[in-house]
């Protein structure tokens, strides 16, 4: 069953909840102006001694009730919705296999260093309490990355508080570092610290922490600094000047993400947490994984014991950390052994398709891709 059979079928079920849900409300509206009809009734006897009377208004408000019938007309779309469901339970069953056991391949990792991967994770996301009560239960050491993970998080919350004075000195601190990744993330800092002084406080405030912090800056970025020059003509009113964009609270959210991109490069770790890398890239790999060994189960080949997956597992630009090279010809992964041959003609095949190809270390053989000869000497390994 295709994806398609799935979103037809999910869309047979959302149709059939709405067509239940628009019948139920319309039954609760049936009972509940009969009810208000015979409250009203009630309420208009005059002699409330009267049981008679009384009594003669529930029994009308009972009969009508039993006309309307409440749960037999709800007896029959909630069983039409019940019975899609259970179709629809059924076909993601079948869809979607969840024996994912089938994808699983024993490898003995260090329980140690696989502890430590998951408290990091914790730490990184803020949930430091959660990563000291999960190593406490592993009965594992402290992790050295906890202590810097705090700081960044305390200077976060600072930033979330509007003070960036935190921020600004961690930067002024680092400066070579962050200089040397090509950002400009203290300058930011000053400018935004700038924008909130002009916005809150003075003209003047303004203009003697722009000669301090900002003059150096000016040698290299001298148009930001014109512009920000130009704010002090708009002092308490910079949201409706030509700068108004300064005011923009993106600028925060922004700040904030550049600042944890760079303590992260200066702690040698990644912007993205490498447990969640690792946890989204098996989630997308998965439905191909375990479709290979369904296959390979059928031919009766095991293909845990391969050393390479003998299908492509495409998972998107966003997990390609490095460059690779896959011959087109042979579709083996280069590596050390069978590294990529530049040849003269400018196609790129791997060392030992090119080596089948010659037959000989001498003889010449066409190119697969184009007329051209070639030799074995005049092709040149790659780099990556």
């Known amino acids: 069953m295709e994806l398609g059979s799935i979103r037809d079928a999910f869309d047979r079920v959302t149709k059939k909840q709405k067509l239940c849900s628009s019948k139920t409300q319309e039954v609760i509206d049936q009972v509940g102006q009969e009810i208000e009809q015979a409250l009203a009734k009630l309420q208009a006897v005059h002699d409330p001694s009267s049981i008679h009377d009384l009594k003669s208004i529930l029994t009308e408000l009972n009969g009508k009730l039993k006309e309307v019938g409440p749960l037999n007309q709800l007896e029959g779309s909630q069983k039409e919705l019940n019975v899609g469901l259970s179709k629809y339970v059924k076909s993601l069953e079948k869809f979607f296999n969840p024996d994912i056991s089938k994808a699983y391949r024993n490898v003995d990792f260090d329980t140690q260093t696989i502890n430590q991967i998951i408290a990091c994770h914790f730490y990184r996301q803020g949930l430091f309490d959660l990563g000291d009560c999960f190593m406490n239960e592993a009965k594992a050491p402290e992790v050295s990355l906890k202590s810097p993970f705090i700081e960044m998080y305390q200077i976060l919350e600072a930033m979330r508080s509007r003070n960036l004075e935190p921020a600004i000195k961690w930067a002024a601190t680092h400066r070579d570092h962050i200089v040397q990744n090509g950002s400009i993330l203290e300058l930011k800092l000053h400018r935004l610290q700038f924008v909130e002084i ?31 020059m130009a704010c002090l003509l708009w002092a308490g009113r910079l949201n409706s000047s030509p700068y108004a964009e300064f005011l923009s609270p993106t600028h925060w959210e922004k700040l904030a993400e550049e600042l944890t991109q760079q ?6 770790q990644s912007y993205e947490s490498p447990l969640a890398v690792v946890i989204e890239a098996g989630v997308q790999g998965l439905p191909t994984l375990l479709k290979l060994a369904n296959v390979m189960a059928a031919k009766k080949q095991e293909w845990l014991a391969m050393k390479q997956l003998p299908v492509p597992l495409d998972l998107g630009r966003d997990f390609q950390f490095h460059s690779i090279f896959v011959c087109p010809v042979s579709r083996d992964q280069g590596s050390e052994e069978n590294p990529p041959m530049l040849m003269p003609c400018g196609h790129v095949l791997c060392k030992l398709s090119i080596v089948k190809l010659s037959k000989s270390s001498t ?22």
């Open 363 to 384: 003889r010449t053989f066409k190119c697969p891709y184009c007329p051209l000869d070639a030799t074995v000497a005049q092709c040149r390994q790659l780099y990556f």
């Open 198 to 228: 002009l916005q809150n406080g003075s003209r003047g405030d303004a203009l003697n922490y722009a000669r301090t912090h900002l003059s150096p800056f000016a040698c290299v970025h001298l148009a930001e600094i014109q512009k920000l």
């Open 263 to 268: 303590f992260c490069s200066l702690l040698g």
